[in-house]
């Protein structure tokens, strides 16, 4: 006998998260780079008040950091439409 379960069940099954679930999960998944983003600026802030004459680099790595952290952000709303579209 064969008790295996077909991928598209299963994949069906796993795909059927609830919306406003999906919602909750990118509202939590969201505080992560919100805090993270405070940090960045916060010690931007801070090196530039210590040291004024490296403002354009510290600059700079703020806000190549500052995308990286916000990726994590865009990537969570598309998993969130991808999850809530059923």
Known sequence: MNNAVPTETVLAQTANINPGLA???YGLAAIGPGIGVGLIFAAVINATARQP???GKLQ???YSTFVLSEVLALIGI???FIASTK
């Open 60 to 62: 700079t790595i703020g």
């Open 23 to 25: 919602a909750i999960g």
């Open 78 to 80: 598309v998993v969130y």
């Open 53 to 55: 004459e490296m403002r």
